[in-house]
């Protein structure tokens, strides 16, 4: 009996503007980031503030308890992931890119992401010149394993590249990805989007309710009361 162990392949998956679910981009991680960074965090509205300075400024304790309460303000997730490209193990599928090119045209998709989706100009019926549309993002998932879909916003990336051939491309390179989850404002007008969060919002409530099933008759052996 094999005792190896088939991972699951992370990867972005990006949607032209419009284009979900068929017109879509993909890219697989040869190697999956080794760690992930996840940070969370709470953004008041301008009325919030924290519980004490809410208080301070004579708000009273029903603004304090809004300022303190996590349901008053905006949750915001973020990731720092950082993804490890290797010519010499290149993803099946790509054995057609020119050898000499290293891994240049994997750094260049994973660019592509940070600018405008191209799109066709609108031609005007009166054969006037044509005007273009207003450029769109990409709507980019940060696919991590079965039970987890990000809708993301690229906020940043980090290219490092280590290692190149003789045409000075690169042949390795470590790039360091910042990603910004989308919320439910993202939504309104985007499946994809939406799709998403529901789909890993359900995943976390099911594991996060078997999980308080399992520890739920523990409650005596903690409370004090």
Not at 8 to 15: E, M, S
Not at 48 to 77: H, I, V
Not at 158 to 178: C, F, G, K, M, Y
């Amino acid at each position: 009996m094999s005792d190896q162990v088939n991972y699951l392949r992370g990867a972005f998956i990006a949607y032209e503007p419009g284009g979900y679910p068929d017109r879509k981009r993909v890219i697989p991680f040869r190697f999956n980031p080794e760690s992930l960074s996840r940070q969370f965090s709470i953004e008041q509205g301008a009325g919030g503030g924290t519980g004490a300075s809410a208080a301070a400024g004579g708000g009273g304790d029903s603004a304090a308890e809004q300022g303190a309460d996590a349901s008053s303000g905006t949750l915001k997730e973020a990731f720092t992931v950082q993804i490890r490209v290797d010519f010499a193990e290149r993803v099946e599928g790509t054995e057609q890119l020119e050898p000499e090119l290293g891994i240049a045209p994997e750094i260049a998709a994973l660019e592509e992401l940070l600018f405008p989706a191209a799109t066709e100009s609108d031609a005007p019926s009166d054969n006037t010149e044509p005007t273009r549309a207003r450029p769109q993002r990409w709507t980019v998932l940060f696919v991590w394993g079965r039970k987890r879909v990000y809708p993301v916003r690229i906020a940043g990336m980090t290219i490092n590249e280590t290692s190149h051939n003789a045409q000075l491309n690169p042949v390795r390179a470590e790039i360091d990805v910042a990603l910004e989850v989308l919320g439910e404002a993202d939504a309104r007008d985007n499946v994809a989007v939406s799709s998403a969060l529901e789909f890993t919002a359900n995943n976390r409530r099911q594991m996060a309710e078997s999980f308080f099933d399992q520890t739920a008759s523990q409650s005596s052996n903690i409370l004090p009361l």
